[in-house]
Each structure stands twice: as C-alpha cells, then as structure tokens.
C-alpha cells in the first residue's frame, strides 16, 4: 500500500519552502501520496471558518501515515492535534553540521548530536491562572520554608513532570542512541534539566532518566544541570550524541543548538508518537520575510528526509541528504541566511539538478 501524507504549508513566508520542498519529494517518484492544505488565511477562507478548517485537517491527519508541517503564526490549526491528539511524545531536532553550513564556530567539524525533548508535558501543558487560587493549596518553598504568599497580584503556572512520560522519553532517547551508535556514533546519552532548583520535578526526570540508562549498559550516560550544558552546547557541541531534556529546555536549547551549525534554517524536527510522526523545520514562519522567497528550504527538506525514513524510504531519504550536501559543498546556490544571494527556488533548483 501506498503512504499517504499530509502537506500543510503554514503561514506567513513557511508555504515558501514548503511548496519546492513537496515538488522534490514529488520527482522521487515514490510509492506516495499527497493530500496538500492551503495556507492558513487561504485554508480559513476556503472552508469558510477557522473550525471548518481545523476540523478538515484533523480528519486528512488521522486518515494519513504522517504529516510535513510548516510553521505556523497560529492561523494554521492541526498542531494541537498532531501533538496532544496523536500523542507524539519525542521531538527530536537534529544539529548535524555540514560543510558549506555557516556556523559561528571556528571547529565546527565534530557537531552531530541529536536533542530527543519530551513534547507533551512541563509548563507546555498550559496550565496557568490568578495567583489568589493558590490561597487555599498548602504550598510551601523547600527554600525559604515558608508558605506561598497568594496576596500580590501575580499569576502562576503549574509544571508537570510524570514518572510515565520521563521514563517514556527515556526509553526512546537510548533505542536512538543505541541506533545511532550500530551506525557509528558515540552511543553516548545525556540527560540535563535544573534538578539542583527544582529537586521534586527535574530530580524525578533525572532520576527516571538515569534509571532508564543503567538497562542499556552499551551506552555511556552522563548528566549535567541545565545552565552548564547551555555553556557546553556553546563551548564543546562535539562532544554531544543524544541529549535528553524535558519539553521548555528542549524548545529553548534546540534553538541554541541550530545557531551552533549556522542557524534556524538548517534545522528540521519530527516528532514520535507510538503509532504516527509528523515533521516540521524548528524555524518560524519569518513574517519579515514574506513575500520575497529567499526563505532557507533547508530545514523543511531535512525534515521531509527524517519523514522518509520514518515510512521506510531510506534510499530516496540518502539520496536527497546527500544531493543537499553536494548543494553546501559547492558553495552555491546559496540563500542570504547564509551568504548567499539565490533564492529559494534557486536553492530547490540546485537540488534537484543533483538529484
């Protein structure tokens, strides 16, 4: 049977990318099929309402075997879906540099490690409010001991770390180490979150984490508090495999591991489920760019070959790797993010030339 995918263009300068980026996957003349959305002021007024079109995107995403997202303003609906309705638990977002990537770094060379973020969780959960709700919930500082003063004007947020969805992450962080290692990497994973402040919730995902590692005594594990691996993925990104983080570190430091490989442009994303994944560039949709189509397609086609593997199409998923790497090798054709003057069709055009 065929794998059909859904193709949801984003907003803003995202459908830019993604429109060549869906042309090249078309001309691998796989085994594929497409169910291709508007963008989201088009995909409003084509269905007549933002309900009507979230409600076509949810049904087209449970029909399908994956989805490639473009970034979203928030006019653009399915993202909630994709995440909390099929339950895709692991974002991973790869920080792979290669040559002709225009990373800050003197030595980029050795910078190959994955961040493997827990995506359902944390403060991401949404659960926030009138601090003078709190008046009535005993709640007392492990550091001042004293009991939370509820009087000020204020709001709060709730931070949820369960032992479940730790010890899930964790699990799917060394199946990837332990894969990535059979293909030649370290075979090493990381775990970092401030469990030195936070004792009760980043301790328990520390301490699921180490646990889940000592079950895969192939791997070598090592741990550090967030802000001195903020300090590392800076000074010594090489030394990194598969970094495992809790969901608001991951979101943030992901970032800080694209700027070390040459920026947002260059980072795709996909995020695991048990039974579906769908894929995204971890970039923005770039409202100061729309229009001008010299937005970088490089992080939407990275993320379109982590979906290739995904449905089993390894060989096209080498393929179009290495046809980009040809691209970066040659120096040219180059979007301005960096150094270069192509746009980005030029850019799509180089690749399928090597193609």
């Given at each position: 049977?065929?794998?059909?995918?859904?193709?949801?263009?984003?907003?803003?300068?995202?459908?830019?990318?993604?429109?060549?980026?869906?042309?090249?996957?078309?001309?691998?003349?796989?085994?594929?099929?497409?169910?291709?959305?508007?963008?989201?002021?088009?995909?409003?007024?084509?269905?007549?309402?933002?309900?009507?079109?979230?409600?076509?995107?949810?049904?087209?995403?449970?029909?399908?075997?994956?989805?490639?997202?473009?970034?979203?303003?928030?006019?653009?609906?399915?993202?909630?879906?994709?995440?909390?309705?099929?339950?895709?638990?692991?974002?991973?977002?790869?920080?792979?540099?290669?040559?002709?990537?225009?990373?800050?770094?003197?030595?980029?060379?050795?910078?190959?490690?994955?961040?493997?973020?827990?995506?359902?969780?944390?403060?991401?959960?949404?659960?926030?409010?009138?601090?003078?709700?709190?008046?009535?919930?005993?709640?007392?500082?492990?550091?001042?001991?004293?009991?939370?003063?509820?009087?000020?004007?204020?709001?709060?947020?709730?931070?949820?770390?369960?032992?479940?969805?730790?010890?899930?992450?964790?699990?799917?962080?060394?199946?990837?180490?332990?894969?990535?290692?059979?293909?030649?990497?370290?075979?090493?994973?990381?775990?970092?979150?401030?469990?030195?402040?936070?004792?009760?919730?980043?301790?328990?995902?520390?301490?699921?984490?180490?646990?889940?590692?000592?079950?895969?005594?192939?791997?070598?594990?090592?741990?550090?508090?967030?802000?001195?691996?903020?300090?590392?993925?800076?000074?010594?990104?090489?030394?990194?495999?598969?970094?495992?983080?809790?969901?608001?570190?991951?979101?943030?430091?992901?970032?800080?591991?694209?700027?070390?490989?040459?920026?947002?442009?260059?980072?795709?994303?996909?995020?695991?489920?048990?039974?579906?994944?769908?894929?995204?560039?971890?970039?923005?949709?770039?409202?100061?760019?729309?229009?001008?189509?010299?937005?970088?397609?490089?992080?939407?086609?990275?993320?379109?070959?982590?979906?290739?593997?995904?449905?089993?199409?390894?060989?096209?998923?080498?393929?179009?790797?290495?046809?980009?790497?040809?691209?970066?090798?040659?120096?040219?054709?180059?979007?301005?993010?960096?150094?270069?003057?192509?746009?980005?069709?030029?850019?799509?055009?180089?690749?399928r030339r090597y193609l």
């Amino acid at each position: 049977m065929p794998k059909h995918v859904v193709i949801i263009p984003g907003d803003d300068a995202a459908p830019e990318a993604m429109a060549p980026a869906v042309e090249i996957l078309k001309s691998l003349a796989l085994d594929l099929t497409f169910t291709e959305f508007p963008s989201g002021v088009e995909g409003v007024q084509q269905y007549g309402s933002r309900g009507a079109f979230d409600a076509a995107l949810r049904e087209a995403i449970d029909r399908s075997d994956s989805t490639l997202f473009g970034s979203t303003n928030g006019t653009t609906g399915g993202l909630n879906h994709l995440r909390w309705g099929k339950q895709t638990f692991a974002n991973v977002r790869p920080a792979r540099w290669r040559p002709g990537f225009r990373s800050p770094l003197k030595n980029p060379e050795h910078i190959d490690f994955v961040i493997v973020r827990e995506n359902l969780e944390d403060l991401y959960m949404g659960l926030e409010g009138d601090l003078g709700l709190l008046s009535s919930l005993p709640v007392t500082s492990w550091l001042t001991r004293k009991p939370l003063d509820t009087t000020p004007t204020g709001k709060f947020a709730i931070k949820v770390i369960t032992e479940e969805g730790s010890r899930r992450i964790a699990r799917f962080a060394c199946e990837l180490a332990r894969k990535r290692k059979a293909q030649g990497g370290r075979g090493k994973i990381t775990c970092t979150s401030k469990y030195n402040m936070l004792r009760d919730s980043d301790g328990l995902f520390r301490r699921v984490v180490e646990e889940t590692a000592k079950g895969y005594p192939d791997l070598h594990y090592e741990q550090y508090i967030v802000d001195d691996f903020a300090r590392r993925i800076v000074a010594s990104p090489g030394d990194f495999d598969v970094v495992v983080m809790p969901n608001l570190y991951g979101d943030i430091l992901s970032d800080a591991a694209a700027g070390t490989i040459g920026g947002l442009g260059l980072a795709p994303s996909g995020c695991y489920g048990e039974t579906y994944a769908y894929f995204e560039s971890i970039h923005g949709s770039a409202p100061d760019i729309v229009g001008r189509h010299i937005i970088n397609p490089t992080a939407t086609l990275l993320s379109a070959i982590m979906m290739l593997e995904y449905l089993g199409f390894e060989a096209a998923a080498s393929r179009l790797d290495q046809a980009i790497v040809h691209v970066y090798a040659d120096g040219q054709p180059l979007t301005p993010d960096q150094g270069g003057s192509a746009s980005t069709m030029d850019f799509c055009a180089a690749v399928r030339r090597y193609l």
